[in-house]
């Protein structure tokens, strides 16, 4: 069944059909395609081989959004998490003015390949550094987040950021891999997962770990390993329903420099206002390592 559409405005509307037109190319790959291995952009972990899961679905899906990009853009520049036929990702600076394409072609590649419905196809639009439209459609379950002029849309739904404190019905969101680049766990995750009362949860997707605070269902979501391609098109719906994204120093991540952009972690927080002070304080409280405020992305 067609997902219910907003009165989205007409750039907005051909990026959502483009993700959506991504979603029907993989969809019925899921769970039966072979999952091969490629080397992870960025600093590696100590302990961990610097590779990361990558399949032809992955691949196709970016082929198909970057035809449509190039067709109706063909000025702006465009950052993949994939590069066609070679190593590495793809960074194209925009041929003329400061606009930029961030994709994610499947984000929760090793939910896809398992057969797990938690996966989601990205594409943000940054414009002089700042996230300015984004669209996160969570293909399984056939729901688009979206948003583009300060709005944001939840299907055809408007969204908001929860306002309230964090409580102890409060969802936060976690990333799955909690190591800093020297193999640390930083000290806040321990102490909340023995001590919380929140309730903490990991999809194996960040953009739709991220979402949801945009969505008003999550107070906050936090990752220590994403890349620009897993919060740029998130961001764009997080601020435009009135959360924050940053870094552990509490400075925000946006305005960020594409330019050269080579897949170096961007560690955020995002939540909204009122959850977002309180997570900074507790992570300045319990402590971290020192190079998880590092954003070494810039």
Partial sequence: MPAPTAD?????????????????????????????????????????????????????????????????????????????????????????????????????????????????????????????????????????YAAAGGQAWSNATPMHVLTSPLSDRSLIMLTCNLLDQHGQVPGFIGHWLKHSSWKLRMLGSAALEAVQVGAGVAHGAMTVNGKLWDIA?????????GGRVTDYHGNDVFPFKTTGYNGSKV???????????????????????????ENDSQ
């Fill in 8 to 144: 989205y405005p007409p750039e907005l509307a051909y990026i959502v059909a483009t993700a959506r037109a991504a979603a029907e190319l993989i969809v019925a790959q899921c769970g039966v395609i072979e999952r091969e291995m490629k080397t992870s952009a960025g600093a590696p972990i100590p302990g961990w081989k610097p590779e990361e899961a990558v399949t032809e679905a992955d691949r196709a899906s970016q082929r198909l959004i970057i035809r449509a990009l190039r067709s109706r853009f063909p000025e702006d520049g465009i950052i993949g998490e994939e590069s066609d036929g070679a190593p590495g990702i793809t960074s194209e600076a925009p041929h003329s003015g400061e606009r930029t394409w961030v994709i994610d072609p499947i984000d929760g590649t090793n939910n896809f390949v398992a057969g797990l419905g938690c996966y989601a196809v990205c594409i943000g639009l940054v414009e002089k550094g700042q996230p300015t439209l984004g669209v996160v459609h969570d293909v399984a379950r056939n729901v688009t």
């Fill in 233 to 241: 098109a998130a961001a764009a719906i997080i601020l435009a329903t």
């Fill in 267 to 293: 560690p955020y927080l995002a939540a909204g206002p009122v959850a977002h002070a309180q997570l900074l304080d507790e992570i300045v409280k319990r402590g971290w390592p020192q190079s998880l405020i």
